[in-house]
């Protein structure tokens, strides 16, 4: 009886390595915070007292949640017809839409967010183009103010509202839809009353992951808004660095914490029940205009019907009503692409600028913020101090990550998904709240301003994503195959190294792809454990964006935006090479 | 059928095996032997745990109670990938990445034999399936009926003693179920392997087994040979499973049989046992040995090469079929009938 136990037991095992890492380096500094902000030992609210009783933390806390929100709402009514759209899309076409989703999605913040400096500047894109027309006479305040926080912050999370949406969607029976239709629902009524409401888990998931993510927003707001468009974060960092007092800042942070933790309890912790919940017809009140307009306009359906015969044939021959339809959803589609993807187009104009400043559209073509970067050896430097950790943080977090995954993935559900939890709280949690813990635990060790440190601390992050990618792919795996293999007398790590491997590698795959991302392009968490003594390639551009915007970044920028394009042209041919076979016995079978 | 000497040691022994998940037991004190060569399958209803029994002999599934012995030797102790059987899943488990070559070649690799005498192996056993030109597809690349030859191919290859079959013909269709009944018949004898198959198709079970195991909520219900199962079902649960019955349960007559009825138990007839007839017809040389009732017919079923009744006796209801033949009477739903059946048939059944 022991051995099956032992057996059962060792699973788990496996995930051992990411939560030492994890806790060594967040959970437990965390847990020294969290007392800290409540006096331990003496135990009182005293820090919590005084961060409520000033006026400005009380504001900068509201504006967070404010902004949070806004970016959420927005992100819902510009995400949902385009998921929609997406989602009735031929399935080439919709491939291809994910794709330049997914893209901007991949590509570096930072350059992101640099790029609506260009887009935005008094002499960016939009106040030249403005200017040549004719139509002002001098720049318009574009930048540096809440407008501008939140274009950005929209066209950074967008691609996190509209991939939950569309896959929702997607899975949502379009038959039912019709079956409605067939019942006498008008196209609009079948869509309310069918359709939207099978969508609202996916509204939900999106919305929850966005707002969330949107509250411990520092580097775009920073950048992009006014002195007055601070965030919770922003004012951390801002605590952290003139002065350090940990009750204080620990305080800040468990406020930060506490308003993530009260929205994912409220709209995530039943996210188990959400299909359920969503078929269940929404309360009648809310539904009240709906149903009366769609009586009336059954009611009226009614009188029509004996004209409709005639109708059938004269509707024939009103395509045009449809062709302005069908061009205006198209329109719609593309300028939601063209903002997600415009940023990454015009940095890499940019970088070919002539000119020695940050003008949009460039005076002239030349290659030389190239030539500056690769011959500024603190530029270079950088690129290389973070392709050493991004290297070090993929191989760590791959194989550590892949492992956890694949141990969770194998035990019981209830204690998979507390565990899951945890170790996806480092990308969850506002990145300068992860950040103030790292600092905390790599300084117990004596990391701090070390390479390792650093690596460390990305690791968190990127354990994090691998987990996720890896037990997608895991979950849709059959377990049969594996015990296929043992019936074959393959023992446990040659099954592993022969069946489940090679099945699982495109999420393996998948999975370094983001953590070396998201390696990459860390700032927050990097500025507070580097010690000013390490320069990685993100504190560099954060530090240009910050100070001196010469076009050199856009050349940074403009490689970094060629990276996921690369990692994904990377995965599709380990994809398509995992099954060379298949494409060549085709012929074969044909002969 | 082919039957298993009794000479033949037992192979695989369960004794006395639960399998608790939580409070509920897929397995409830479950005892069984299987001899050398026998083809022995497990049928039952769905939640019955045959799924869980074929799973605690592989090794997937750890007792909570009891012991497993193979050939004579307890294998509490012995991992799934020691235990040396070859095991065909309900959905194939083709390894979708390799090619039906490399498939069928991973046994003999996991085993340590040389790439040369593997290749041998592997073309003389797709050449036994009929699937020589099929060496170099991907697994998707067949066809249903294709994919499970290669499934119990790869399962042969390396000649295993134990066999075991998890619903291997359910994904096929009907025609092509019936083809691969009489190929895997075949096989078993050729290879003469002990197997142990799991299914839901009665027809399948009575084809192809020397001895049935019919399993209700955990335990056996019953377990012996296929006639035996179908013509001396020993519980009311097991004729019902096994084909249609009629249990005359205070059917208002009394029944006539050459046996005393026992305690506990009900008459069952079969219904192809019973005959239709006019109430007026005269009777036969035999009616001696007979017993016969008058009912109504509420409903008649034609069914291909069958005629099934539905008929009221009192307020008991009675199904009866037979074959279609010439000449015979057709009765509608209303008209009167007797039906009359052999006193040997009548069968009793514990309730
Ligand atoms: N992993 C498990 N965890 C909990 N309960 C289980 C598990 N596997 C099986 N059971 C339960 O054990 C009982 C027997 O299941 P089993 O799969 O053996 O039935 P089965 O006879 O194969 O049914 P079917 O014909 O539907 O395949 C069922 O009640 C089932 O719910
Ligand atoms: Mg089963």
């Known amino acids: ?591 | 059928m082919h039957i298993v000497e009794f000479q033949e040691p037992v192979q695989i022994e369960f004794r006395n095996i639960t399998k608790l998940y939580g409070a509920v037991a897929a397995v409830n004190d479950l005892s069984l032997a299987v001899r050398r060569g026998e083809f022995l399958t497990i049928l039952g209803p769905s939640g019955s745990g045959k799924t869980t029994t074929l799973m605690l002999l592989a090794g997937f599934v750890a007792p909570s109670k009891g012991d497993i012995l193979i050939g004579g030797k307890s294998v509490a102790a012995v991992p799934s990938y020691r235990r040396d059987q070859g095991i065909v899943f309900q959905s194939y488990a083709l390894f979708p990445h390799l090619t039906v070559r490399r498939n069928l070649e991973f046994p003999l690799e996991m085993r340590g034999m040389k790439p040369a005498e593997r290749i041998k192996r592997v073309e003389r056993i797709l050449e036994r399936v009929h699937l020589n030109d099929f060496g170099d597809r991907m697994p998707s690349q067949l066809s249903g009926g294709q994919q499970q030859r290669v499934a119990l191919a790869r399962a042969l290859i390396a000649d295993p003693p134990i066999l075991l079959l998890d619903e291997p013909l359910g994904a096929l269709d009907r025609s092509l179920r019936e083809q691969m009944q009489v190929e895997l018949k075949v096989l078993h004898k050729e290879f003469a392997i002990t197997t142990v198959c799991v299914t839901h198709d009665q027809d399948e079970a009575l084809t192809l087994s020397d001895r049935i195991v019919v399993m209700r909520d955990g335990r056996i219900e019953q377990i012996d040979a296929p006639e035996m199962l179908y013509d001396r079902p020993a519980t009311r649960f097991v004729a019902k499973f096994l084909g249609e019955a009629n249990i005359l349960e205070n059917p208002g007559f009394e029944i006539e049989s050459d046996m005393v009825q026992p305690s506990g138990t009900v008459a069952m007839l079969r219904p192809e046992r019973i005959c239709v007839a006019p109430p007026a017809s005269p009777k036969r040389a035999d009616s001696h040995q007979r017993q016969s009732v008058i009912g109504t017919v509420a409903d008649m079923i034609y069914a291909g090469p069958l005629r099934k009744y539905h008929v009221r006796v009192g307020s008991t209801p009675f199904v009866v079929r037979e074959h279609v033949a010439a000449g015979q009477p057709v009765f509608r739903a209303g008209d009167e009938v007797r039906l009359e059946w052999l006193r040997s048939d009548v069968r009793f059944v514990s309730a």
């Open chain 1, 1 to 591: 009886m022991s051995i099956p136990q032992k057996l059962s037991l060792k699973p788990v095992g496996l995930a051992v390595p990411a939560f030492a890492i994890l806790l060594a380096v967040f959970g437990i500094p965390m847990i020294r915070l969290f007392l800290t902000s409540l006096d331990a030992p003496a135990f009182s609210l005293a820090n919590y007292e005084a961060f409520f009783r000033q006026g400005a933390n009380v504001r900068v806390l509201f504006q967070t949640i404010e902004v949070s929100l806004v970016v959420t709402a927005i992100c819902v009514i510009i995400g949902y017809p385009t998921a929609y759209l997406m989602a009735s899309a031929p399935k080439n076409l919709r491939t291809a839409l994910i794709v330049l989703v997914v893209i901007p999605y991949l590509t570096s913040l930072l350059v992101r967010t640099y790029a609506w400096i260009v887009i935005l500047g008094d002499r960016g894109m939009v106040n030249n183009v403005l200017l040549e027309l004719g139509l002002i006479s001098s720049p318009l305040p574009l930048i540096y103010n809440r407008m501008a926080v939140y274009v950005g912050m929209v066209q950074i999370m967008l691609p996190l509202m509209i991939l939950p949406l569309v896959t929702v969607m997607v899975s949502i029976d379009r038959s039912l839809v019709a079956a409605a239709r067939s019942m006498g629902a008008q196209p609009s009524a079948a869509f309310w009353r069918v359709f939207f409401p099978l969508s609202l888990p996916g509204v939900r998931s999106g919305s929850l992951l966005v707002f969330v993510l949107c509250l411990g927003f520092y580097i775009t707001p920073a950048a992009l808004g006014g002195l007055r468009d601070a965030m919770l974060s922003t004012f951390i960092a801002a605590q952290v660095e003139t002065s350090f007092n940990m009750a204080r800042t620990a305080t800040s942070a468990f406020i930060l914490l506490g308003i993530a933790a009260v929205m994912l309890a409220i709209f995530g912790l039943d996210l188990a029940g959400t299909q359920g919940r969503a078929v269940r017809p929404m309360p009648e009140s809310s539904w009240k205009p709906v149903r009366l307009l769609s009586a009336i306009k059954r009611f009226s359906n009614e009188l029509a019907a004996s004209y409709r015969a005639k109708r059938w044939n004269a509707k024939l021959y009103q395509a045009s009503n449809i062709r302005r339809r069908t061009i205006a959803r198209a329109v719609f589609v593309v300028s939601v692409m063209l903002f997600l993807l415009l940023p990454s187009v015009v940095v890499v104009i940019m970088s070919f600028s002539a000119g020695e400043f940050l003008t949009f559209p460039p005076p002239g073509i030349s290659l030389k913020w190239y030539r500056s970067f690769f011959d500024d050896p603190s530029w270079t430097g950088a690129a290389l101090t973070s392709v050493e950790i991004g290297v070090a943080v993929t191989i760590l977090s791959t194989i550590v990550g892949t492992l956890a995954a694949y141990g969770l993935n194998r035990t019981s559900p209830k204690l998979r998904s507390i565990l899951t939890l945890l170790l996806l709280a480092p990308i969850t949690l506002p990145s300068i709240v992860v950040g103030i813990s790292a600092y905390l635990g790599l300084l117990s060790f004596g990391l701090i301003g070390t390479k390792t440190g650093i690596a460390l601390t990305h690791s968190l992050g990127a354990i994090a994503y691998v987990v996720v990618i890896v037990s997608a792919t895991l979950a849709s795996f059959d377990r049969r195959l594996e015990q296929a293999a043992m019936s074959m007398r393959a023992g446990p790590l040659q099954t592993f190294k022969r069946v489940t491997l090679p099945l699982i590698r495109p999420g393996i795959m998948g999975g370094a792809l983001f953590a070396f991302l998201h390696s990459f392009d860390e700032v927050v968490k990097t500025s507070l454990v580097s010690g000013l003594s390490i320069r990685t390639l993100p504190l560099k551009m954060w530090e240009n964006i910050r100070h001196e915007i010469d076009p050199t970044i856009a050349a940074v920028a403009s490689l970094l935006v060629l990276l996921p394009v690369l990692w994904l042209a990377a995965i599709y041919v380990t994809w398509w090479r995992s099954r060379p076979s298949a494409e060549h016995a085709l012929p074969d079978a044909a002969a």
